[in-house]
DNA sequence: TATTGTTATACTCTATAACTATA
DNA sequence: TATAGTTATAGAGTATAACAATA
């Protein structure tokens, strides 16, 4: 009935970044699921937040904040301004830029999806003491911190 | 010249699940990096650990493992098998299913390949001093174990 | 000359559905 | 009836290259 030997991680087991990107799959997940009735992804809640916070900011700005390519941005900006969440406003400075904003409906649903979020780190991350979920998100920044130092050649 | 106020992280910054998303953009791009001459990606390098530390696995158990859909894995798997690096053979048991092993080759491409991935962690956690690294795994494990308790409905 | 936003295009990764052969 | 592997297909998400407007 039951063929579940369950396999040998091998290799994998030791490795830091394996279980990093197990945690992460668990935690797209579990975010894919608290979003799903907004039709809101990660990178989309992403920009949402950077507009908020840096309201005027341009497309170049944002895309590199949050690791796209300007003309990926494009598309995603396409799709929140005609869900009327976002406005891309001509810059007067600088005419090849625009400036991005949220709009009324759009900072209300950013309302919204923040107290979601916050469910959803404390689903994920609620059961670790307090002091354990602070060293966890010191050891990820310094991880990402770490800038690769040696090309590899083969 | 420099106009770099650089941008607020506004909510994000006090998000464990953001910093765990920018941790695993910087470790993806190292192991890009290190891999590339081997034009291997995580993924693949997921399914030649497992198939080393389980051989004669099946398609549906290998698929499990790495958390594919079988039909990806199909492709996947064909192209191992076009670089000589995995041999799918016919079960005599269950005549449904694939043995999966390694070739000498795999063999010896996953050991230069092992090589590289502990270089790869090196570079990304040696800094950080063996009891934090060892607190950074057992973390990263209990956020992958949560599992999602409530379904949330909007 | 360089940068910004845009478009056209293509590539990668993934899943769903339907097929076949076995169980 | 159900499962394993396969195929056809499509949908996200991403990048590169070229273009027009502006700096």
Redesign the interface.
């Known amino acids: 009935m039951n063929k579940k030997p369950s396999?040998?991680?091998?290799?994998?087991e030791g490795?830091?970044?394996?279980?990093?990107?197990?945690?992460?799959?668990?935690?797209f997940?579990?975010?894919e699921?608290?979003m799903r009735?907004f039709d809101i992804t990660?990178t989309r809640f992403?920009a949402l937040?950077?507009i908020?916070?840096?309201p005027g900011?341009s497309q170049m700005?944002l895309a590199k904040?949050i690791?796209l390519d300007r003309s990926t941005l494009v598309a995603l900006l396409d799709h929140l301004e005609k869900r009327s969440l976002v406005q891309r406003r001509p810059s007067a400075t600088d005419k090849r830029t625009n400036e991005l904003r949220l709009t009324p409906e759009g900072r209300l649903l950013l309302g919204k999806l923040?107290r979601?979020?916050q469910?959803?780190?404390k689903?994920?991350?609620g059961?670790?003491p307090a002091d354990?979920?602070a060293?966890?998100?010191r050891?990820?920044?310094?991880?990402?911190a770490?800038?690769?130092?040696?090309?590899?050649?083969?």
């Open positions: 396999l040998s991680l091998g290799f994998l490795l830091i970044g394996f279980r990093l990107r197990l945690a992460q799959i668990a935690l997940d579990d975010f699921r608290a009735p990660p992403g937040s950077l908020d916070a840096n900011l700005q904040a690791r923040k979601r979020v469910e959803h780190e689903r994920m991350f059961k670790l354990e979920r060293q966890l998100a050891l990820l920044e310094a991880v990402s770490m800038k690769t130092k040696q090309v590899i050649e083969i």
